[in-house]
T-cell receptor, first 112, second 111 residues
Framework: ETGVTQSPTHLIKTRGQQVTLRCSSQSGHNTVSWYQQALGQGPQFIFQYYREEENGRGNFPPRFSGLQFPNYSSELNVNALELDDSALYLC???????????FGPGTRLTVT | EDQVTQSPEALRLQEGESSSLNCSYTVSGLRGLFWYRQDPGKGPEFLFTLYSAGEEKEKERLKATLTKKESFLHITAPKPEDSATYLCAVRTGGATNKLIFGTGTLLAVQP
């Protein structure tokens, strides 16, 4: 059984640029959630995708957007990057909208 | 507002010295309390889910318990490899899987 994978592992971007992060869900899982984790903090919920549709969103501005594909993999897109967007971005998959979530290793984004 | 508070922020134990981590929560309707372990620079690793007061779950040296206001993660005879940040999270219902996390307890077990 393949776990949740994310790419890239690390990324450095300049303020104002755009970034795309990718996530492959665990085998058999149809729901993907994205979280942002600042240093020393707990993860914060960005949004969830279930069967290719957004199914819940946290307190993040519209420049944070996402997609889910027919194979249940997902992308997180962030436009107009700000310095405060520097964080570990975590993807978690679950077998349904309310199942236990299993996290990937994360993508470390640094905005300079 | 739904809130999760973990204590202590950091805990240093000697190998074999048992202790407990606390997670207190204020939520409008609990639909599950989750414990995760997180190593530096890695994603959280799922440990336990608890759904109702009085429920207990065990895994190796870890035991999680739940009351109506808080959860405890008991660590019995810890080893250095148990060193990590332990995160508590709650799900409050609805049709989403949104988890609200605490800030974690950083555990260091010294040999």
């Amino acid at each position: 059984e393949t776990g949740v994978t994310q790419s890239p592992t690390h990324l450095i971007k300049t303020r104002g640029q755009q970034v795309t992060l990718r996530c492959s869900s665990q085998s058999g899982h149809n729901t993907v959630s994205w979280y942002q984790q600042a240093l020393g903090q707990g993860p914060q919920f960005i949004f969830q995708y279930y069967r290719e549709e957004e199914n819940g969103r946290g307190n993040f501005p519209p420049r944070f957007s996402g997609l889910q594909f027919p194979n249940y993999s997902s992308e997180l897109n962030v436009n107009a990057l700000e310095l405060d967007d520097s964080a570990l971005y975590l993807c978690a998959s679950s077998s349904d909208r309310v199942g236990e979530q299993y996290f990937g290793p994360g993508t470390r984004l640094t905005v300079t | 507002e739904d809130q999760v508070t973990q204590s202590p922020e950091a805990l240093r134990l000697q190998e074999g010295e048992s202790s407990s981590l606390n997670c207190s929560y204020t939520v409008s309707g609990l639909r599950g309390l989750f414990w995760y372990r997180q190593d530096p620079g890695k994603g959280p690793e799922f440990l336990f889910t608890l759904y109702s007061a009085g429920e207990e779950k065990e895994k190796e040296r870890l035991k999680a318990t739940l009351t109506k206001k808080e959860s405890f993660l008991h660590i019995t005879a810890p080893k250095p490899e148990d060193s990590a940040t332990y995160l508590c999270a709650v799900r409050t219902g609805g049709a989403t899987n949104k988890l609200i996390f605490g800030t974690g307890t950083l555990l260091a077990v010294q040999p």
